[in-house]
């Protein structure tokens, strides 16, 4: 009786969803007649567009124009250790560059770690980036130690007043979802075009992982070790710099690992305002020139030196993995005898000039390019066909639907009646089919996939996407949720940004779609061979310490301008989170829970829908949130080539200096973000809770 008292709450539930989702579904469907007969339904009037972008930008200049004489000020101050930590690094001879390098390597991952590291820095001699590379290194040695101070300040600041904590989530959370770009528009209104520029938006990115892993650190502090120094008589002061922060300093250590990545990772993006001579720049203007020899050249050389500063701070973080001779004593001689060594090649005169510094290095940069254009010419049909294949079936039809995108020319059909009873069969087919194998959810979702791809997305109503927005978010995480999906959508289509936004929308859901589908089956794969999984892992890592721009290379050399170019590139950036998070959740499945599916006789391919993957799918959705988050994060970058999303918008402002336009497109993307992470953490909560209400039943 118990049980049954425990499971009516829960039939209920799930009957009032299916009866909410009706409704949705039928005033959807009435939309959609109506759309003809009443034309603000499909398109929202340009009258009733709230202009504000304008007025923002004339206040944002106005108020850039009187702290000018500070900001400025700050800009001609930053300038001088700029220069000085440049200057530095090329003074340094490029051999005891090595040995430094290789030095600090060696402390943090050993021999493997620092021959690596090695390897590397004789590819950017050879390449002929060595000047480059310096320079972006001096960037990233001042932004980071900035980075880390403002963060570090912040944690201790929620650690310390518990009533900060709201506000300070709430600005990470913005920052986090903020397009870098975004970043940029303030930042040249105030501080003006040059280096310093690049500096500045590099620490301020790098800023919430410090603060994250700050406050997490000393939150995980054991009670009994902050009691102890209570005990001991220590001042808040005290306690906090000789009991706290000691013991938080692993987690710590993770946060300056995140930092530097974070700041490294923005490079390229800061060349767009910079004007520095770094690798950033010579990435960005190859691409410009479609020099696809020299971008892959100076692609790789961004994402080896992401990869080994990756390392060697994960390696410190962790502790570190030196040699056993190498002690901490022996490390600080080794170091400071390489530096007497450069300062005396520099008296005497030796070891200045750094090899191919006015070459391209020994690599022949335009016998590449043209090898690389050959390569793409001798796969361009195949490859055209792919990309006309993929426009015609799946992006023009999510754009405007099979309704005007089935033709003769594109699909080889008209839209007939026939056509049309058929498409509606298949759809019916498979919401039936999805009802009786699963549950009504995935026959629903089915349902209105069809109706969008048969009607576009473009001129779907609005209405109705809002209320399915909003409906979503009510049944999986409640009102608060759903209140803020409504003024999310709200602010977007007042202001302007809803065509926009509906690109963004059907981008980002292919490409998370199709991402979930390949890393995926790739994540099982690994989950279920140990050398799968050995050779994905390396592979992991490199695709997630390169340079979003780095992603965008072979994208556009073999695809060209277009949304199909931006989607490939979205795809190559967020594969890694479903392949890692879909191999940890099945591996973590409990041995007694699979033990249990063998003995009752299920096959293997039983044994993972009704076993594994039920049990793993928690971790899995948590996977889904990191793909979306970084698919809205890529979707300024795949701006560059050829889409006319939220992120175009980005991008469009940047050009034109334009605050106001910056601000809301930015803010669109931000409140997409939040609103994609709040709905499914929500339904992870549920489903947690609605676990523990199950196993408090059992008992």
């Known amino acids: 009786m118990t049980e049954i008292a425990q499971s009516l709450p829960i039939a209920r ?125 001096a960037l990233v040695l001042l932004a980071v130690p900035m ?80 009691e102890s120094g209570v005990m001991s008589g220590c001042t808040s002061r005290q306690r906090l710099w000789m009991v706290e922060v000691p013991s938080a300093m692993p987690q710590i250590l993770v946060g300056i690992n995140q930092a530097t990545m974070y700041a490294f990772s923005i490079v390229i993006i800061a060349a767009f305002i910079g004007g520095f001579d770094d690798i950033g720049w010579v990435v960005l203007s190859s691409m410009r020139q479609a020099a696809f020899g020299q971008s892959l050249l100076s692609g790789l050389a961004i994402a080896l030196m992401a990869m080994v500063m990756d390392r060697i701070t994960l390696g410190y973080a962790q502790g570190g993995n030196a040699p056993a001779w190498l002690t901490p004593r022996l490390f600080w001689i080794a170091a400071a005898l390489l530096l007497g060594l450069a300062i005396m090649l520099n008296i005497a005169g030796v070891g200045l000039a750094i090899p191919f510094a006015d070459q391209r290095g020994l690599i022949n940069v335009e016998a590449l390019n043209q090898w690389v254009l050959g390569l793409v010419a001798r796969y361009a049909t195949p490859l055209e066909t792919f990309k006309n294949n993929f426009l015609y079936f799946v992006i023009v039809p999510l754009r405007i639907g099979m309704i005007r995108g089935v033709t003769p020319m594109s699909w080889g059909i008209a839209l007939t009646p026939t056509v049309i009873a058929v498409y509606a069969a298949i759809i019916a087919g498979a919401a039936g089919l999805l009802a009786a194998r699963f549950s009504w959810r995935p026959a629903v979702a089915v349902i209105f996939a069809g109706l969008v791809y048969f009607f576009g997305l473009n001129t779907f109503p609005w209405p109705a996407l809002i209320l399915v927005i909003v409906t979503l978010a009510w049944t999986c995480a409640g009102r608060n949720t759903a209140i803020f999906a409504f003024l999310s959508c709200l602010f977007i289509l007042v202001l302007g940004l809803w065509k926009p936004f509906l690109q963004t929308f059907y981008l980002c859901f292919i490409a998370t779609v199709l991402c979930l589908l390949i890393g995926g089956a790739l994540g099982l794969w690994a989950a279920h061979s140990d050398r799968v999984s050995k050779i994905l892992r390396p592979i992991n890592d490199a695709l997630q310490t390169m340079p979003q721009f780095v992603f965008l290379i072979p994208a556009l050399m073999f695809f060209k301008v277009g949304e199909l170019t931006a989607l490939i590139a979205i795809m190559l950036y967020v594969i890694v989170p479903p392949i890692r998070y879909v191999e940890i959740a099945i591996r973590q499945v409990r041995t007694d829970c699979i033990e249990a599916g063998q003995q009752s006789g299920c096959t293997p391919a039983q044994l993972l829908f009704h076993v594994k993957l039920p049990l793993a799918l928690p971790v899995i959705m948590l996977g889904l949130n990191q793909t979306i988050m970084a698919a809205l994060s890529m979707v300024v970058i795949a701006a560059m080539v050829g889409t006319t999303d939220l992120g175009q918008q980005v991008y469009i402002a940047l050009g034109n200096a334009n605050a106001g336009l910056g601000l809301i497109s930015g803010l669109a993307i931000a409140l997409v973000a939040m609103v994609a992470d709040r709905i499914i953490r929500g339904w992870h909560a549920r489903r947690e809770g609605a676990a523990q209400d199950s196993a408090l039943a059992g008992h």
């Open 13 to 137: 539930q799930r009957d009032r969803d299916l009866m909410i989702w009706l409704a949705v579904l039928a005033f959807t469907i009435i939309c959609l007649l109506a759309r003809n007969t009443l034309p603000w339904l499909a398109v929202y009037p340009p009258d009733w567009v709230l202009s504000i972008a304008n007025a923002i930008d004339s206040f944002s200049t106005a108020a850039a124009q009187f702290v000018a004489p500070v900001t400025r000020s700050f800009t001609w101050a930053m300038d001088f250790p700029m220069r000085g930590v440049q200057a530095a690094l090329q003074w340094t001879p490029w051999p005891v560059m090595f040995g430094l390098i290789g030095l600090i390597a060696l402390g943090s991952g050993g021999w493997r770690l620092c021959l690596f590291a090695i390897a590397t820095l004789a590819y950017l001699v050879i390449a002929g980036y060595w000047r480059q590379s310096m320079n972006t290194l």
């Open 147 to 226: 980075s880390v101070a403002i963060g570090f300040f912040l944690g201790v600041l929620v650690h310390r007043v518990p009533r900060s904590r709201a506000i300070v989530e709430a600005m990470l959370d913005l920052m986090q979802t903020m397009p870098a770009f975004a970043y940029l528009i303030p930042l040249l209104l105030l501080f003006g075009f040059g280096p310093v520029v690049g500096l500045i938006a590099s620490a301020l990115y790098a800023v919430p992982p410090m603060v994250r892993n700050t406050a997490l650190g000393l939150q995980r502090v054991p009670s009994d070790i902050a």
